[in-house]
């Protein structure tokens, strides 16, 4: 079933079982999601703007006075990274691959943090280097119980042999929705 038939909540629901599923669907976060979309002008220099103050206050740029403005970009990263950071690193093992790049997207500093380019491209570096048992390796959470791991890896063994044997891909692309 597609997110697209959903309402929006349901939709973001959804997003986490899409490349699970055996004929993988398009998934989208609706645009409602995002309280604030503002366009910044590139021949007007580094945008400065105020912070945006959502759910995740740690960031350094909310440090500073509720007066001040800063560039909304480097936060955004530090937003990605430490979502990345508390969400899936701290609460779960085999993401040591990516502890570099957040490393660098939670900086400090603000000048110090790559753009969103550069993450991009370093994700898709890291991404190719990954081989693909890696990508089908079990996501185990830190605190799962002996009991309730060895029975939710007969479950992932016997998937991850149906989808080596149908040859589908660790991560799903774009291509292979088409026709689904």
């Not at 599923?21 to 604030?36: D, E, K, Q, V």
Request: proline letters at 11%; one cysteine or more.
């Amino acid at each position: 079933m597609c997110s697209a038939r959903r309402p929006p909540f349901r939709a973001l629901l959804h997003l986490s079982h899409c490349s699970l599923h055996p004929r993988p669907c398009p998934c989208s976060i609706p645009s409602s999601a995002f309280p604030r979309r503002t366009r910044y002008d590139p021949v007007d220099g580094p945008p400065l703007d105020y912070p945006l103050r959502g759910g995740d206050k740690s960031a350094p740029e909310h440090r500073e006075p509720r007066d001040s403005r800063v560039n909304p970009f480097p936060t955004d990263v530090y937003y990605l990274g430490n979502l990345i950071r508390e969400h899936f690193i701290q609460k779960r093992f085999g993401f040591d691959f990516i502890v570099p790049l957040v490393g660098d997207m939670v900086l400090e500093d603000p000048d110090k943090r790559p753009t969103i380019d550069e993450v991009v491209f370093r994700f898709q570096g890291i991404r190719t280097s990954l081989s693909s048992w890696k990508m089908r390796s079990r996501i185990v959470g830190r605190g799962e119980i002996s009991v309730v791991r060895a029975w939710r890896a007969c479950g992932w063994s016997y998937r991850t042999l149906r989808y080596v044997l149908t040859r589908k891909p660790a991560i799903p692309d774009q291509t292979s929705w088409k026709g689904s």
